[in-house]
């Protein structure tokens, strides 16, 4: 009576043909953030984050609400006065640095399907990580140096507030867009999308600072262009050669 229920089952008649039942397995890529050290790194730089944001909240609210409700061009006096705290702008800068690795590190590998043999996920990130740093050190150089020339010392703790405000709050959007993006998107274009939007605002903003402190008069767009190019264009064009040198080293060697 149960020959026709068992007829034919695999599992209780080996010597039935029969296919094998379930999913098949996915071979899970070696990527770094798969790996242990990058759910601690993320964990820890999650942490910091929410702890600068917390301290650094209010002034950037002031400054965000003095930028847009306030007298930008005549406000100099006050603008002078105040002023981020440096430990939260260098946590900030070091971490649009590690984001900026991040995107590229998983860039490279999506994308451009570069594996890592000889390295491990975190030297990559952090040689990746590098090429940002050195975009920021050549940039505050070039300006310090330039604006310490040419304009006075009002203009350039102006210059400094919203400079730091903009860096600041570029890292606390980009932050968890990268995470986001890299742990649970796999989109290359959504994640450029949402990368370059806060970058356009934030140079925006900049670019309209740098005219109202700077270079007040109609003719100072001249001289804004040119101030531009000089610090802004240049750093971005070095570590955009630094970044292709990284790019063939990492595909010939690894």
């Not at 089952?9 to 039942?21: S, W, Y």
């Not at 990130?125 to 304009?151: D, H, M, P, R």
């Not at 102006?158 to 570029?170: D, K, L, M, N, P």
């Not at 606390?172 to 356009?200: D, E, M, Q, R, Y």
């Amino acid at each position: 009576m149960f020959d026709g229920f068992f007829d034919g089952n695999p599992f209780l008649h080996p010597e039935h043909a029969g296919g094998a039942r379930g999913v098949r397995p996915m071979l899970i890529e070696d990527v770094p953030w798969h790996e242990d050290w990058f759910v601690i790194a993320l964990m820890v730089l999650t942490i910091l984050t929410i702890f600068s944001a917390y301290y650094s909240w209010s002034a950037l609210k002031e400054e965000g609400q003095r930028l847009l409700f306030g007298t930008l061009g005549n406000d100099r006096t006050s603008a002078a006065e105040g002023g981020f705290e440096t430990t939260h702008t260098l946590f900030h800068t070091l971490l649009l640095c590690l984001m900026g690795g991040l995107a590229c590190l998983w860039y490279y590998i999506e994308v451009q399907h570069i594996t890592l043999w000889h390295v491990s996920g975190l030297e990559a990130w952090l040689l990746l990580s590098t090429g940002w740093l050195s975009y920021f050190v050549l940039k505050a150089v070039a300006q310090e140096f330039v604006n310490w020339i040419f304009f006075d010392r009002t203009g350039r703790s102006e210059w400094r507030r919203t400079q730091s405000f903009a860096i600041s709050a570029e890292a606390l959007t980009i932050f968890p867009v990268v995470i986001i993006s890299v742990g649970l998107c796999h989109s290359a274009k959504l994640l450029a999308a949402a990368l370059i939007l806060p970058v356009v605002v934030s140079k925006a903003m900049l670019c309209i600072r740098a005219k109202q402190i700077f270079f007040p008069k109609k003719y100072g767009y001249l001289h804004l262009f040119a101030y531009l190019c000089t610090l802004e264009a240049a750093p971005l064009y070095f570590t955009v050669r630094l970044y292709a040198k990284i790019t063939q080293y990492l595909i010939v060697n690894f």
